[in-house]
């Protein structure tokens, strides 16, 4: 079993609708990343979540530390929105590794 | 200034060519990482420098001999690869402390022919 699973593989949507990309872990961690890969290769990176819940233009994304689990939302999606979530946790044992999930591949059709 | 620079960005070789990948960041990180990324697959750590030594090395070939020349620059050596080892190679910063912000570059396309 992996140690960051995520859900779903992927997820097609039509524009305008709302989004939620899930992962979950079975480790304990400092920090949480929500990344962004487009075809081409780069990663972005959306979040860094250590509690709570952040919010970024329509990006929203959530973590609970008790339940080791997390959630991205994206509302009135868009294709530009099309790619690769990834989740990727940051151990608290060991410097600086970050365990990724297999990725959620998103595509928004107009 | 919160950009990694990745160069070059595809390059093709052959078996026997010796190559390096670059990376440059100027956001003062201390901690500078190599991954590998096979297609549909999420990134593989490689290499993790900081303070610019060698912190962990997961196994990697020998024929990848990463360098940390100065806190900006991190290079990625390659000799003598196989077709295998063609992947996206990525690069990453961040501050040294637990629980900070990992910055990614473009990456390097690798193609070994």
């Known amino acids: 079993k992996n140690e960051v699973e995520q859900s779903p593989q992927n997820l097609t949507a039509q524009e305008g609708e709302f989004i939620t990309i899930n992962c979950s872990y079975s480790?304990?961690?400092?920090?949480l990343h929500w990344l962004q890969q487009h075809p081409g290769g780069g990663i972005v990176s959306l979040f860094m979540?250590?509690?709570g819940k952040k919010k970024h233009g329509r990006l929203i994304a959530t973590i609970n530390i008790q339940e080791k689990h997390s959630s991205l939302h994206i509302t009135a999606s868009h294709p530009r929105d099309s790619a690769v979530y990834i989740c990727?946790?940051?151990?608290?044992?060991?410097?600086?590794?970050?365990?990724f999930g297999q990725g959620t591949r998103l595509t928004i059709n107009p | 200034d919160t950009e990694v620079t990745q160069t070059p960005k595809h390059l093709v070789m052959g078996m026997t060519n010796k190559k390096s990948l670059k990376c440059e960041q100027h956001m003062g990180h201390r901690a500078m990482y190599w991954y590998k990324q096979k297609a549909k697959k999420p990134p593989e750590l490689m290499f993790v420098?900081?303070?610019?030594?060698?912190?962990i090395n997961e196994s990697v070939p020998s024929r990848f001999s990463p360098e940390c020349p100065n806190s900006s620059l991190l290079n990625l050596h390659l000799h003598a690869l196989q077709p295998e080892d063609s992947a996206l190679y990525l690069c990453?910063?961040?501050?040294?402390?637990?629980?900070?912000?990992?910055?990614f570059g473009q990456g390097t396309r690798l193609t070994v022919v």
């Open positions: 990727a946790v940051l151990l608290i044992q060991g410097a600086q590794k970050l365990v």
């Open positions: 480790v304990g961690i400092s920090a």
């Open positions: 420098y900081s303070y610019e030594k060698l912190s």
């Open positions: 990453a910063s961040s501050r040294i402390w637990t629980g900070r912000e990992a910055f």
């Open positions: 979540l250590s509690s």
